[in-house]
């Protein structure tokens, strides 16, 4: 068999994973203990993943809509423009925003391994690791945003950005129209995981659940 799945690439996977393995470790611990069910774990992880995580980024997002002057701030220094409202990486990673306009979308991978923006997005999703997202989204991302039910215009260009370990980026959708009495906390509901990451929309006013 061979050891191949300990090459670079996968020691490199494993810079993300400060925070994912401790949780693992309490898991194995409290499920060996009979004190919780694996079940229970996947709920709480899926609780993460889309609805806790993402809340914080939605909210940043929310307020560049509302706010001009915080939208060019996050434009400028993102990393600052975020902490200001308390969402801070712990390893202190520097973030980077990224604006869709009419004329451009951006889509966000890390081809070499799983960097993502914990302090804005929460838990990664589970396809973000996946070597076909991540290679894919990068040679035909029109073809990826397809599958995500993303039909942009031809003439729209898509930039795909690579985070890193030290710089992680956050997209910020297009406001969708409509929208120009909402509040944040209206605003801050349109915004979907997927749409900070450049594989979705913004929901429109109809579609909130």
């Known amino acids: 068999m061979g050891d191949h799945h300990h ?9 993300y994973s400060d925070m994912q393995a401790r949780v693992r470790a309490l898991e194995t611990l409290l499920t060996e203990k009979g004190l919780i069910d694996p079940a229970a774990i996947d709920a709480i992880v899926e609780t993460y993943e889309t609805r806790i995580g993402p809340r914080n ?20 220094d993102a990393t600052a ?19 869709n306009t009419p004329e451009t979308h951006n889509i966000v ?3 070499l391994c799983s960097c993502y923006p914990w302090a804005v997005l929460g ?5 973000y690791k996946a070597p076909a997202y991540r290679s894919r989204a990068v040679i035909d991302p ?46 801050a509901a349109l915004v979907t995981r997927n749409s900070m990451i ?4 913004a929901l429109l006013p109809g579609e909130v659940a």
Request: with cysteine; charged share 25%; proline share 6%.
């Open 57 to 76: 980024g939605a909210a940043v997002v929310a307020k560049a809509w509302a706010e001009p002057d915080f939208a060019d701030w996050l434009k400028r």
């Open 142 to 187: 029109r073809g990826v945003l397809t599958e995500f039910g993303v039909q942009l215009p031809e003439q729209k260009k898509i930039r795909v950005w690579d985070s890193t370990a030290e710089l992680r980026y956050l997209v910020v959708p297009e406001r969708p129209a409509g929208t120009e009495d909402y509040s944040q906390e209206e605003l």
């Open 198 to 201: 450049g594989t979705g929309l």
């Open 123 to 127: 838990l990664p999703p589970v396809w």
């Open 7 to 15: 090459d670079r690439e996968h020691d490199h996977d494993n810079h």
């Open 81 to 99: 423009a975020i902490a200001s409202l308390g969402f801070t990486g712990r390893q202190g990673e520097h973030m980077r925003a990224v604006f």
């Open 109 to 111: 991978v890390c081809t």
